[in-house]
């Protein structure tokens, strides 16, 4: 049975209080992943030889072809505004993409660029949610959903998934947290922080649900979706084409081809959606860079045959990873089917105590003492609503990764108090 909670008591506040800031700014922290790399790049500063597996970034360059299509804008002089959803040569390139590989048409009026995926999921948002209405998150979640709802004036309900059950949604699960208040449902495959994978069927049997429900929207954050090891790939749109017009299918350049700087995302859903987010678009960021979108271009057209070798190395991180984690007792994770993290259960940790007698009460507490300790950044699970875990991030150089590993093993063993087995 799933538990539906609202994920206020996930959250940290860590704003400093002042008369002149909106109320608004109670709803919102700071990203946590970013919160660990300041504290990461602080103890660097500091002197210390700090390991970052807390950031959800490749370490891999943007592939060459890639980089010398972004060369040519600045050199072609293309560094001037666009149209605020993209050029009309970056839109086709977008169609292309969705009927190649994802076997979607859509027009040039239902697809905007923006810069980054993040973007457009928070305009989404913020053009459709009023107060009252609810969106359904599954847990562990990516950790700016809930507070991108909150600003957006929503509610976030989330639903607890388990490791059980692969840490997945389910269609009861689903059906339970349904009311007459959702406006959507998000759904992330592969998933961050966890890994897991939608089937076709499983996703088959979402949409199912979903099908009777005729008010909600469906978000499908596709971000991932090149970065698998096993199994199909699912986006709800093309699943269930009775859907499709109540579907805003996400995607991006920034975890599949090693771009997060690039900051281009690009999204398809029903036209009078994409109309009011280039609306919120042009009255905030309007285009996204024009020499991002000449390199999106040489992305989505010039196929991923890079992929298979990314991801063999990711393979091998992976398990690097798992291997490190059998040598502690108490810290366990299943095997990721896909991305680039690895969702830890450091629940039998808990109540174990530090070298200087401090007792580990909490994931957070745990995560700060590997960062204090071994100079490891992870990210605590409760930033993911998901608490007694932690996300380790393997998209690291591998021999880095291996010291780090080493690290978490040797700080773990100096545990005191440990009741795993």
Same mark, same amino acid.
């Given at each position: 049975?799933?538990?539906?909670?609202?994920?206020?008591?996930?959250?940290?506040?860590?704003?400093? +209080?002042?008369?002149?800031?909106? @109320?608004?700014?109670?709803?919102?922290?700071?990203? @946590?992943?970013?919160?660990?790399?300041?504290?990461?790049?602080?103890?660097?500063?500091?002197?210390?030889?700090?390991?970052?597996?807390?950031?959800?970034?490749?370490?891999?360059?943007?592939?060459?072809?890639?980089?010398?299509?972004?060369?040519?804008?600045?050199?072609?002089?293309?560094?001037?505004?666009?149209?605020?959803?993209?050029?009309?040569?970056?839109?086709?390139?977008?169609?292309?993409?969705?009927?190649?590989?994802?076997?979607?048409?859509?027009?040039?009026?239902?697809?905007? *660029?923006?810069?980054?995926?993040?973007?457009?999921?928070?305009?989404?948002?913020?053009? $459709?949610?009023?107060?009252?209405?609810? +969106?359904?998150?599954?847990?562990?979640?990516?950790?700016?959903?809930?507070?991108?709802?909150?600003?957006?004036?929503?509610?976030?309900?989330?639903?607890?998934?388990?490791?059980?059950?692969?840490?997945?949604?389910?269609? *009861?699960?689903?059906?339970? *947290?349904?009311?007459?208040?959702?406006?959507?449902?998000?759904?992330?495959? @592969?998933?961050?922080?966890?890994?897991?994978?939608?089937?076709?069927?499983?996703?088959?049997?979402?949409?199912?649900?979903?099908?009777?429900?005729?008010? +909600?929207?469906?978000?499908?954050?596709?971000?991932?979706?090149?970065?698998?090891?096993?199994?199909?790939?699912?986006?709800?749109?093309?699943?269930?084409?009775?859907?499709?017009?109540?579907?805003?299918?996400?995607?991006?350049?920034?975890?599949?081809?090693?771009?997060?700087?690039?900051?281009?995302?690009?999204?398809?859903?029903?036209?009078?959606?994409?109309?009011?987010?280039?609306?919120?678009?042009?009255?905030? $960021?309007?285009?996204?860079?024009?020499?991002?979108?000449?390199?999106?271009?040489?992305?989505?057209?010039?196929?991923?045959?890079?992929?298979?070798?990314?991801?063999?190395?990711?393979?091998?991180?992976?398990?690097?990873?798992?291997?490190?984690?059998?040598?502690?007792?108490?810290?366990?994770?299943? $095997?990721?089917?896909?991305?680039?993290?690895?969702?830890?259960?450091?629940?039998?940790?808990?109540?174990?105590?530090?070298?200087?007698?401090?007792?580990?009460?909490?994931?957070?507490?745990?995560?700060?003492?590997?960062?204090?300790?071994?100079? +490891?950044?992870?990210?605590?699970?409760?930033?993911?609503?998901?608490?007694?875990?932690?996300?380790?991030?393997?998209?690291?150089? $591998?021999?880095?990764?291996?010291?780090?590993?080493?690290?978490?093993?040797? *700080?773990?063993?100096?545990?005191?108090?440990?009741?795993?087995?």
């Amino acid at each position: 049975m799933k538990t539906i909670i609202q994920c206020k008591e996930f959250t940290t506040r860590n704003l400093t +209080v002042h008369p002149s800031l909106a @109320p608004r700014m109670k709803l919102v922290g700071a990203s @946590p992943t970013a919160e660990i790399s300041n504290k990461v790049r602080a103890l660097t500063a500091a002197g210390h030889s700090v390991i970052n597996l807390g950031e959800g970034e490749l370490d891999f360059a943007t592939p060459e072809a890639i980089c010398e299509a972004g060369i040519a804008a600045i050199r072609d002089g293309d560094t001037k505004y666009t149209a605020v959803a993209g050029t009309a040569e970056l839109k086709a390139a977008i169609q292309r993409k969705f009927a190649r590989e994802n076997s979607l048409s859509y027009e040039p009026s239902e697809i905007i *660029a923006g810069a980054g995926a993040k973007q457009l999921i928070f305009n989404a948002l913020l053009a $459709t949610l009023a107060s009252g209405d609810e +969106v359904i998150v599954p847990a562990p979640y990516w950790v700016s959903y809930p507070d991108m709802i909150r600003l957006a004036g929503g509610e976030p309900v989330i639903v607890q998934c388990s490791a059980a059950e692969s840490w997945k949604l389910t269609p *009861a699960a689903l059906s339970a *947290a349904l009311t007459p208040q959702t406006k959507w449902v998000i759904l992330n495959s @592969p998933n961050n922080p966890t890994g897991a994978v939608y089937s076709n069927a499983e996703m088959k049997a979402l949409t199912d649900v979903l099908l009777g429900h005729d008010g +909600v929207l469906i978000m499908a954050d596709d971000i991932y979706e090149h970065v698998r090891f096993e199994g199909e790939f699912a986006t709800p749109a093309a699943i269930e084409p009775a859907l499709k017009a109540r579907v805003l299918t996400v995607n991006g350049l920034s975890k599949g081809y090693s771009m997060t700087g690039w900051r281009l995302g690009y999204a398809a859903g029903p036209a009078w959606l994409i109309e009011a987010m280039q609306v919120l678009q042009s009255q905030s $960021t309007s285009n996204p860079s024009s020499i991002s979108q000449r390199a999106a271009i040489a992305a989505l057209d010039g196929g991923i045959g890079f992929m298979a070798d990314w991801i063999e190395t990711l393979r091998q991180r992976r398990d690097i990873v798992l291997a490190a984690l059998g040598k502690i007792d108490g810290l366990h994770a299943d $095997t990721p089917e896909g991305a680039f993290y690895v969702f830890a259960d450091c629940s039998k940790l808990l109540g174990t105590a530090r070298p200087d007698g401090r007792v580990i009460s909490s994931d957070l507490e745990f995560a700060s003492y590997l960062l204090e300790t071994a100079h +490891v950044g992870v990210v605590h699970g409760s930033a993911f609503g998901a608490p007694g875990h932690v996300r380790i991030a393997y998209a690291v150089d $591998t021999e880095t990764l291996r010291t780090a590993c080493d690290r978490i093993v040797d *700080a773990c063993a100096k545990l005191h108090g440990r009741n795993a087995a």
